[in-house]
């Protein structure tokens, strides 16, 4: 469970709460766009010790089927990850 | 039904313990503290079931007011004078969030000069924080209003907190007889509170969100019909009741003998009962005159004042209020009423009371004797100051 | 089994924020809600973490949280957890996430409050010495030093002119149930003591060090080490209170790293002289002084 981009953006009067309250973990738009560099984990050298996700101030970083992924959607690029991998798996690239 | 004889502070007390807010929060102050003794007591006697929260200042008691709200808990505090200044910042923090608390407050005069006697200049100093605000008269009123304020606030469509305002010491500390309703008619007569508007387990939500320039607009926008369908929620309550328990109250204001009338004086409060015998003498003498007693001052009761004032010669306001460097509050809102209306008649406005500083019968015949000029006077009763503030 | 990278829940709670790349506050946030998990009450006042995370309609809270006054996160979390008490609802989690503006100043008088209540609340101070979502102005816990917008350094004065205030000790001196201070350079750690304060009733507070990369003057990517590097210098330190068993110590260096390195990569220090530097390991000498007196050793 994480929050996740929703479909549905509320405009009108009508679609608007009554009041100061809504759905948890409701977003609309991503924040790939704040990157100038993109962490990419070389998966040969990656041990899944998945330091780098926690570390992560964002939450991008997730294992799915044995191998550590990020959601490129939501990584801001910082480098964190990089730095915290003692395996050196993680490199940044220039985003183009 | 028991009767009891009973102060103010303490037959809000009654009220809200047949009301059952889940959560009370409150700091003590002058004139209000009894209502939180009481209350203390009824929570250790075991007559209360709720969670009393021995906050640290005022500005912590409606916070966390606020908070048990967010979680769906009805909620009380209570509060006077500098104390409801210090939460000032929670009170349009509670209105935005429509959160359906009650405050009972105290209406005491505001430093400096410090001063813990009645006025109204707290309250109505706040008057545009987004509360429903009433003023009520006498202690079984105020009982009365802390069932139904909950009645209201809490009505989804208007889901607006709610003040509930006694004069200090006038009203607070004075014992009067009171009914004290049975609490199988209070549970009978207002429901639990139930909401969407929470933190809820079972359906996580955020709430008291930041909302940019494109839509902060509409959320002011629907927090104003909120509190302008309390109208309608105000008769509702009242209509209800009078049915369980057999008293009827006016809506948003109580017109005594008007419809005759060719002189109305207009307040709020405890004061209306001496303006009321007042009326009263002069009518012996065949005097052509009435009181209009304001009982809620948000949402404004324009329709009505005019409806009352459409047909008499002359009216004067009295009120416990000065906005500095203009006139009184009272004063303003009611012009704003009659122009919006066309009505010509002449108002003329009194600021008395401040501090605590009596007003006599006398003073009461003396506005209504100057009203018999038909033009329009400002002044601080008693002291002066006469003349056309423009 | 202790808390770990593997045992945490999966679930992410604080997702699609608008904090800075790099931000220490968000993962502090992030890493406690990650413990408390799904059934956590979260209160954040206004300030960097609710001014990221609640921009409607992009929410970005997975869990119940709301934003409340500046001065009113200890007091909201009170009527919170009251709230959710007097309608028997059990098993949850109250949390206030509030910065150090938010705690040691305009909160404080709340905090104290819940503390003497012994509130059922867990407040966590994200610390990153100064007032940063207003744009960098000194608070009552910006350090000796550091140049603020309000405390600039120049010829006369060369920044903040006052020490930390020590808000551990303050909360402890309460007779708080459990009190920590913690960093973002030390996850285990950070873990276990969200962990422990979860399972302890009453109040808890825990004061974790979270760089801010745009008002310390590093880069984003070295905000877990420069705090862990404030803890290998001394700056900082690892501590636990637990009423009737007094203070702990965590962590203890075996020497201290330079303070001067840890100082001098930072652009909110680089205009100390070597006099100031002086007086900062100076009064990082007395502090540890006044610990192994504490710990009666």
């Keep these: 469970m994480k929050p996740y981009l929703r479909d549905r953006i509320p405009e009108t009067l009508a679609e608007l709460p009554d ?20 962490p990419v984990i070389h998966q040969e050298t990656c041990r899944g010790c998945l330091k780098c996700y926690l570390y992560c101030p964002e939450g991008v970083i997730f294992q799915d089927g044995g191998k550590v992924k990020i959601d490129y959607d939501f990584c801001k690029g910082c480098g964190i990850c990089r730095k915290i991998c003692r395996f050196g798996a993680i490199e940044m690239e220039e985003e183009k | 039904m028991a009767r009891k004889f009973l102060s103010g502070n303490e037959a809000f007390a009654e009220g809200i313990r047949l009301a059952g807010p889940q959560v009370i929060s409150a700091y003590p102050i002058t004139p209000q503290t009894i209502v939180v003794e009481r209350l203390s007591e ?45 939460m000032a910042e929670c009170l349009t923090y509670a209105s935005g ?42 202690a079984q009123e105020a009982l009365d209003l802390a069932l139904m304020s909950y009645y209201i606030a809490e009505k989804k ?7 509930v305002n006694l004069d200090g010491f006038v009203l607070t500390h004075t014992y009067e007889v009171t009914d004290v309703p049975e609490k199988e008619q209070a549970d009978a007569f207002l429901p639990g509170y139930e909401t969407e508007n929470k933190l809820d387990p079972d359906h996580p ?24 369908h309390a109208k309608e929620a105000v008769r509702e309550a009242e209509e209800r009741f009078a049915q369980i328990f057999g008293r009827q109250y006016t809506g948003l204001v109580e017109a005594y003998r008007t419809e005759d009338a060719s002189f109305v004086l207009i307040t709020l409060g405890s004061i209306a009962g001496l303006v009321r015998e007042t009326v009263d003498r002069l009518r012996e003498r065949g005097e052509k005159v009435g009181l209009l007693r304001i009982r809620y001052l948000r949402p404004f009761p324009n329709k009505e004042i005019a409806e009352v004032l459409g047909n008499v010669r002359a009216a004067a306001v009295l009120e416990k209020d000065i906005s500095f460097g203009n006139e009184g509050t009272v004063f303003s809102n009611v012009n704003s009423a009659l122009h919006k209306a066309g ?11 401040l501090g605590g500083r009596n007003i006599s019968s006398e003073e009461i015949e003396g506005i209504f004797e100057d009203l018999k000029s038909e033009k329009r006077k400002t002044m601080f009763l008693g002291l002066g100051g006469e003349g056309e503030w423009v | 089994m202790g808390i770990n990278v593997k045992t945490l829940c999966k679930d992410e709670f604080f997702y699609g924020h608008k904090a800075c790349a790099g931000c220490g506050g968000s993962l502090a946030v992030r890493i406690a809600l990650k413990v408390l998990g799904e059934r956590s009450f979260a209160v954040l006042p206004a300030g960097c973490m609710s001014a990221v995370g609640f921009n409607f309609p992009q929410l970005c809270f997975g869990n119940n949280a709301v934003i409340s006054t500046f001065a009113g996160t200890a007091s909201m979390l009170t009527g919170i957890e009251a709230g959710l008490r007097a309608q028997g609802i059990r098993d949850f989690q109250a949390v206030g996430f509030a910065g150090d503006g938010g705690t040691a100043d305009i909160g404080l008088q709340a905090l104290s409050g819940a503390i003497d209540r012994n509130d059922d609340i867990l407040y966590i101070c994200y610390d990153n010495e100064a007032y940063m979502n207003t744009g960098i102005q000194k608070s009552s816990l910006t350090p000796f030093g550091a140049r603020t917008t309000t405390t600039p350094a120049g010829k ?5 002119l006052r020490p930390k205030k020590n808000m551990f000790e303050i909360v402890a001196a309460h007779g708080i149930p459990y009190a920590a201070t913690a960093s973002i350079g030390d996850l285990n750690d950070f873990m276990e003591k969200v962990e422990k304060a979860s399972r302890i009733k009453g109040t808890k507070y825990i004061h974790v060090i979270a760089p801010c990369p745009t008002g310390w003057g590093i880069a984003p990517d070295e905000t877990v080490e420069v705090a862990k590097e404030a803890l290998d210098c001394g700056l900082w330190y690892l501590a636990e209170y637990e009423e009737g068993s007094g203070m702990t110590l965590n962590y203890r260096p075996g020497t201290f790293a330079s303070v001067e390195h840890y100082l001098k990569r930072q652009g909110r220090f680089r205009h100390l002289t070597g006099d100031d530097i002086d007086i900062i390991n100076h009064s990082r000498d007395v502090k540890w002084k006044l610990i192994e007196k504490n710990l009666g050793e």
């Design chain 1, 19 to 38: 009041a100061t309250a809504y759905e948890a973990g409701y977003l609309v738009t991503k924040n790939a766009g704040w990157r100038s560099s993109r």
């Design chain 3, 156 to 160: 006369n004065i060369r920044g903040n």
């Design chain 2, 42 to 86: 009824m929570v250790e006697e075991g007559s209360l079931s709720a969670e009393f929260i021995h906050v640290e200042s005022e500005h912590s008691a409606l916070s966390c007011a606020i908070g048990a709200s967010a979680v769906g808990a009805r909620a009380f505090t209570a509060t006077s004078s500098q104390g409801l200044l210090y």
């Design chain 2, 157 to 163: 469509e208007v889901s607006t907190p709610f003040m």
């Design chain 2, 205 to 228: 939500r955020n709430l008291g969100f930041s909302v940019g320039p494109e839509h902060n607009m509409a959320f002011k926008y629907k927090e104003h019909l909120g509190i302008l």
């Design chain 2, 97 to 138: 969030g429509r959160f359906p608390i009650v405050m009972m407050n105290a209406n005491r005069s505001t430093a400096l000069p410090w001063n813990i006697y009645g006025d109204q200049r707290d309250s109505i100093s706040l008057l545009d924080s987004g509360w429903i605000q009433c003023y009520v008269e006498n």
């Design chain 2, 343 to 353: 009505i010509p008649v002449p108002v003329s406005g009194y600021i008395g009371g």
